[in-house]
């Protein structure tokens, strides 16, 4: 087994905790990396460490800083660990090495959409362009895999956070045209997910919610 289906095999079920129908398998192992910080940052990422599994992928840069697949297993570490400025920026570099891997084009835009909504120190106009940036990451993401409900629903996140950003009266960004197109993209969305499972009544609740925000702006 090699290290990308190392990677495939261990975030089945990271995936599987955030989709909407999948099923997850863990691999029994896997073949091991010539580099020593590497490995110890598998086996931590495999036992749940995210702090060392960091530590030690970080170490393994800049001697592996052109593959994909360790980046890709830095960024998930950073993720999980808070640090979302990191973990953008990592999976951006994983972009820009395959511009066709839709889940780290999907973690980018979590990241920088988490990044938006928790910073207390950066710029309202900051924070909406970086929403701006997560909606264009999960755009990219579905054209490459269409199919898979989760791309979908975090894009409506995306819209609903940029639509409550830019249509609270009184902000130096309000803007009540832009702020609707962002709830009606969040409510399409939504609609988009409950066509993967109809029955999922959270998703029918959030599509309320957005109707009422969209519905009441000033």
Same mark, same amino acid.
């Given at each position: 087994?090699?290290?990308?289906?190392?990677?495939?095999?261990?975030?089945?079920?990271?995936?599987?905790?955030?989709?909407?129908? #999948?099923?997850?398998?863990?691999?029994?192992?896997?073949?091991?990396?010539?580099?020593?910080?590497?490995? @110890?940052?598998?086996?931590?990422?495999?036992?749940?460490?995210?702090?060392? $599994?960091?530590?030690?992928?970080?170490?393994?840069?800049?001697?592996?800083?052109?593959?994909?697949?360790?980046?890709? @297993?830095?960024?998930?570490?950073?993720?999980?660990?808070?640090?979302?400025?990191?973990?953008?920026?990592t999976?951006?570099?994983?972009?820009?090495?395959?511009?066709?891997?839709?889940? #780290?084009?999907?973690?980018?835009?979590?990241?920088?959409?988490?990044?938006?909504?928790?910073?207390? +120190?950066?710029?309202?106009?900051?924070?909406?362009?970086?929403?701006?940036?997560?909606?264009?990451?999960?755009?990219?993401?579905?054209?490459?895999?269409?199919?898979?409900?989760?791309?979908?629903?975090?894009?409506?996140?995306?819209?609903? !956070?940029?639509?409550?950003?830019?249509?609270?009266?009184?902000?130096?960004?309000?803007?009540?045209?832009?702020?609707?197109?962002?709830?009606?993209?969040?409510?399409? !969305?939504?609609?988009?997910?409950?066509s993967?499972?109809?029955s999922?009544?959270?998703?029918q609740?959030?599509?309320? +919610? $957005?109707?009422?925000?969209?519905?009441?702006?000033?």
């Open positions: 087994m090699n290290l990308k289906s190392f990677k495939l095999g261990l975030f089945t079920g990271v995936f599987a905790l955030m989709a909407l129908n #999948a099923s997850a398998q863990q691999p029994k192992q896997a073949e091991q990396h010539s580099n020593a910080n590497v490995r @110890m940052g598998q086996k931590a990422l495999l036992d749940g460490d995210f702090k060392n $599994a960091e530590s030690y992928l970080t170490k393994a840069l800049p001697q592996e800083g052109k593959d994909p697949d360790v980046l890709y @297993m830095l960024g998930y570490s950073q993720f999980q660990n808070g640090d979302y400025k990191k973990s953008a920026e999976f951006g570099k994983v972009v820009a090495l395959n511009g066709k891997n839709a889940n #780290a084009l999907y973690f980018k835009g979590k990241a920088t959409n988490n990044l938006a909504v928790q910073a207390n +120190k950066i710029s309202v106009a900051n924070k909406e362009q970086l929403l701006r940036v997560a909606i264009e990451d999960y755009s990219k993401a579905i054209a490459i895999t269409p199919n898979d409900a989760k791309f979908y629903q975090n894009r409506a996140i995306a819209n609903r !956070d940029l639509g409550i950003l830019i249509g609270t009266a009184g902000t130096p960004n309000y803007n009540k045209a832009m702020a609707t197109d962002a709830y009606n993209n969040a409510i399409k !969305d939504y609609e988009k997910v409950l993967f499972d109809a999922k009544k959270d998703i609740t959030e599509i309320k +919610k $957005a109707k009422v925000y969209r519905d009441n702006l000033k």
